[in-house]
């Protein structure tokens, strides 16, 4: 297959909007990686756009608000065109501690329209795109969240619905209650559970896909070394993928796909995204880039032509199921809907 195809616009599924091919995860500007710069990250968005990219991925809870703010100010601060085709898909519901922590998940009605008037007064915006729970509230019945959801866009404060690390059952619960644009759920060489039962249905059903987590937080990035210090705050220092033995292992994996990289003159970070772009027109890759040469990098893969062989290679060096370690702690794990 040759990838180039991607080039095109991608729909959000039936009913969500079309979408340049890669999308912007702005997480890690502002939470969980540790310490980032406010001016790079800014400067990161504004070529993004420039680029092309038009779907922005955020979240409420992310640097609790600090990360709405923060795309708010970059689009406040981009050229009037470009502010223009930028679409915002924001996460809500996910419960922190002022020391940073994770309760729970609230998907209440009344939570969902409370969360949705905050995120619109620190993006600065009179509506968002694409809205979604980030974690289904296991207390709370998903068609009373999307329901709420779905009166958000009947007033005009949302475009579209989207959903979170849900499983096929919870998949088909939500779209009998309204149409549902996408699901975004982590997708990577390393990452291939939705390819079973989730992604196929998505498919029956209409729904498009936003893979984050396609260079497994940078795990399989090509840039990730076994002696790395992590920052303080960097979760990716309690991440099983990241431990011990685990990590040996893992690194190996991308031993492997650097051959296949070097054979494509790719860096192996464009060769893991081109392949996720590879998996279909429905599917649109979220990278994580917090600087503008990762950005760089990243839309690089945009040209990358994957032919049959290519991919025989790829899943080769990488086949099914190879990584060690599951891609949260099992505290997090528990929350995943998609995993149940």
Same mark, same amino acid.
């Given at each position: ?5 991607? &080039? *095109? %616009? *991608? ?21 969980? !990686? ?42 406040? =601060? ?26 729970? !998940? ?20 009179? #509506?968002? $795109? ?7 509230? %296991?207390?709370? %019945?998903?068609?009373? =969240? ?36 996408? @699901? +975004?759920?982590? !997708?990577? &060489? ?10 196929? =249905? ?20 090509? #840039? ?23 990590? #040996? ?35 649109? %890759? ?19 032509? @994957?032919?049959?062989? $290519? ?16 891609? !949260?702690? +099992? ?10």
């Amino acid at each position: 297959m040759n990838t180039n195809a991607t &080039l *095109r %616009p *991608r729909p959000l599924g039936a009913t969500g909007p079309s979408v340049f091919p890669l999308g912007l995860g702005c997480m890690g500007m502002s939470a969980l !990686y540790g310490e980032s710069d406010r001016t790079e990250s800014i400067a990161t968005i504004h070529a993004a756009l420039d680029a092309g990219v038009t779907l922005l991925d955020t979240g409420d809870f992310y640097g609790m608000g600090h990360n709405e703010l923060l795309i708010n100010e970059a689009l406040r =601060t981009a050229p009037a065109a470009l502010r223009a085709q930028a679409l915002t898909s924001v996460k809500f519901g996910a419960l922190r501690t002022v020391e940073g922590g994770f309760t729970g !998940y609230d998907g209440r009605p009344d939570a969902v329209k409370n969360f949705a008037a905050y995120s619109l007064q620190r993006l600065g915006t009179d #509506h968002i $795109d694409v809205y979604r729970i980030a974690r289904v509230d %296991p207390d709370v %019945p998903v068609e009373e =969240t999307v329901g709420a959801i779905a009166e958000l866009v009947e007033a005009g404060h949302v475009r579209h619905i989207g959903l979170s690390e849900v499983g096929a059952a919870t998949l088909r619960r939500a779209a009998a209650v309204a149409p549902i644009a996408d @699901l +975004q759920i982590e !997708y990577s &060489l390393i990452s291939r559970g939705i390819e079973d039962e989730i992604l196929p =249905t998505a498919r029956e059903l209409g729904i498009g896909v936003t893979a984050y987590g396609v260079l497994s937080r940078g795990l399989i990035s090509g #840039h990730f070394t076994h002696d790395r210090e992590l920052a303080p705050g960097d979760f990716r220092g309690m991440s099983p993928r990241f431990q011990g033995d685990n990590l #040996h292992h893992n690194l190996n994996l991308v031993e492997q796909l650097r051959t296949v990289a070097e054979r494509k003159g790719a860096s192996v970070a464009q060769i893991a995204i081109a392949w996720v772009l590879s998996r279909g027109e429905d599917v649109v %890759p979220l990278v994580g880039a917090r600087r503008r040469d990762r950005l760089a990098e990243a839309l690089g893969a945009l040209e990358v032509s @994957l032919e049959a062989a $290519d991919l025989l290679a790829i899943e080769a060096a990488v086949p099914v199921g190879a990584a060690a370690g599951e891609r !949260y702690p +099992q505290a997090q794990m528990a929350h995943l809907d998609s995993e149940r």
